[in-house]
């Protein structure tokens, strides 16, 4: 009898890249098809109703404050809870004569207060999204709301009818007085002369070699520094160092400035705290009238959105690309100055309830459901329900799909995107999270959520446990070092660092501080002795900073000042330091300092970007480590046609010690760790000439014979 045999139908490939190129994956496939069927949904909505990305996000372009040919300005805002609305400021004043008349009037005939701007005189018409909205006619052809006015919205609430006010959400220009109060008051800005930019963007660079920086520490004196110090000052140095990309962090305006710019109040508005307004003070000595000294002081923070515009406009001269550390994942929880119940609602820009608070931020989060809210760091938090709090990511891929995570903020980010994409081609765009998220950096079509790049945040993770739990570097394990360094998932392209900011924060220490402490006070002259734990620092910190750019990933950052070895640790002023500026500041003056230690490694650190410069390893493949010694300390690797050889031994110096490498012919050393001008010993020769040998070492086809100093790293050429 014949029998017949049913063959198992045969398996067709994943419609996604992703899963064709990572088959652990596939069980999870229903879900990135659900992720995109949502993506598409909401793009399809935005097509139909918008018109398109272009449209969508031009948002700023129709909402706020806007002037019009003709001088008319006209100004909306979305408020849905709100029952009315008016436009009210300095502009909406009663006449000074006026004034006795009206203070007896109740508010229900006068609509004012003591500030004496009219709640009548300039109402707004609402429509049927929740829109409100007003033009404020031209006099004779000019605004009839001066530059520089101070202005509000304010609102009657539902059943109540409680009036509110608050600072415009789309304002461009908010300032703060804290001799008067600590809320922001809104400003209409319309400068007569509008900036004029000088210079194009620079194209995208082929690796990002970024130095993350905040307007107000960098400056050694105790203060906040200013938009136009960063530009006359920093600016240079960051492009002499060798850096290509200018990452500004606390730009938008931000509540607390010791919340490092993620307490933001007004997402459209640069931060005006980096500028001065001079006044005049008296003194009780000198030489000035009355035998009274005069003298200008700052009065008032402000920084202007000119400022800023010229410090993006010197950087882009200089070759530099501009990025700004966005914050979406939630917002100050301010009312009176900031979105928290902007129309008197909780759920307005949102969640309601406890799923709009971070608990541990203490702010709101974004309800990226809505159509509205999408119209506008942080990506771990973004992306997961329980916002990183509390848990742990072990690497297993359910932790990266199903109840746990938060489809509407992972869909926003895509959305963002590709808008920005689109719009913008050159843009650059890098997650910080912390999970490990796959397809973070993937396109969007083949299945990722788009970004460029991500950061590696377990590098500097494990540099500081390494200082600060131990061993001591002579039992550092270099397989792991190594592992660490170069586990990222293929085909997503990661920035890696040495430390963060947040390593830098009160409670912890720079790495250069963990490396040297105490001795950082009294030993970095050239004038005083080279300690041991001095000169084992400066060599560590060379060696992990190196290592770290060459091994750990497709681009570099730092930290400004960390790349000279910055001390002590970061501060800002609060209640707990008596609001000192003390460790809120960065000490350029200590690498500037010709008799200081620090200029040594703020010259390695420049010799380092530029040999990359010329070599690009960032964007070379990932680097084939031929040996991890462990009892030599010795790590060899090939990357960019270039050969690192570290020895990381605290005492063993080795002669003739061979590494492999597939590359044969003539080497010559290109940089040294060991050189004078990095506060070396010079006992790496550069002038000799090294030749391979034809026999396979280490799983190289050739290997050459160097001499290798201990705490020391050599970079060759061939």
Known sequence: MASTTVQAPVKQP??????????????????????????????????????????????????????????????????????????????????????????????????????????????????????????????????????????????????????????????????????????????????????????????????????????????????????????????????????????LMAIMEHAYYASFGYQITSFFAASSRYGWWWGIARGQAGQGKDNQLTTLFPLTLSGTPEDLMELIDTAHGLGLTVLLDVVHSHASINGLDGLNHFDGSDHQYFHSGPKGKHELWDSRLFNYGSHEVLRFDGVTSMMYKHHGIGTGFSGGYHEYFGEGVDEEAVVYLMLANEMIHQLYPGSITIAEDVSGMPALCRPVPSGGLGFDYRLSMAVPDMWIKLLKEGPGDEEWDLGNICHTLTNRRHGEKSICYCESHDQALVGDKTLAFWLMDKEMYTNMSDLSELTPVVERGLALHKIIRLLTHSLGGEGYLNFEGNEFGHPEWLDFPRAGNNDSYQYARRQFNLPDDPLLRYKYLNNFDAAMNKLEDQYKWLSSPQAYISLKNESDKIIVFERGNLLFVFNMHPTKSYTDYRVGTDWGGEYYVVLSSDDPEFAGHSRIDKSVRHFTTNLEWNGRKNFLQLYVPNRTVQVLAH
């Open 14 to 247: 994943s419609k996604w890249e992703i899963v064709r190129e990572d088959p652990y994956l596939e069980p999870f496939e229903q879900s990135i098809q659900a992720r995109n069927d949502l993506y598409q949904s909401w793009l399809s909505k935005i097509n139909s109703t918008e018109s398109g990305f272009d449209s969508f996000s031009s948002g700023y372009k129709h909402f706020g404050f806007h002037v019009q040919p003709n001088g008319d300005i006209k100004y909306k805002e979305w408020a849905p809870n709100a029952v009315t609305a008016a436009l009210t400021g300095d502009f909406s004043k009663f006449p000074s004569f006026l004034s006795p008349i009206l203070a007896p009037l109740p508010l229900t005939l006068g609509e004012r207060t003591t500030d004496g701007w009219s709640r009548e005189s300039h109402p707004m018409k609402k429509n049927d999204f929740g829109v409100f909205e007003i033009t404020v006619s031209a006099i004779k052809g000019q605004p009839a709301i001066p530059h520089g006015s101070k202005v509000k919205i304010s609102m009657t609430l539902p059943e109540t009818g409680e009036r509110i006010e608050r600072v415009p959400a789309w304002i461009t220009r908010v300032t703060q007085d804290l001799t008067v109060s600590p809320i922001y008051d809104a400003v209409f800005w319309n400068p007569p002369q509008p900036y004029k930019f000088k210079n194009k963007r620079p194209s995208p660079p082929v690796a990002v070699k970024v130095y993350e920086a905040h307007v107000g520490i960098s400056t050694p004196e105790k203060r906040i520094g200013t938009y136009k110090e960063f530009t006359r000052d920093t600016i240079p140095r960051i492009a002499n160092l060798g850096y290509n990309t200018i990452q």
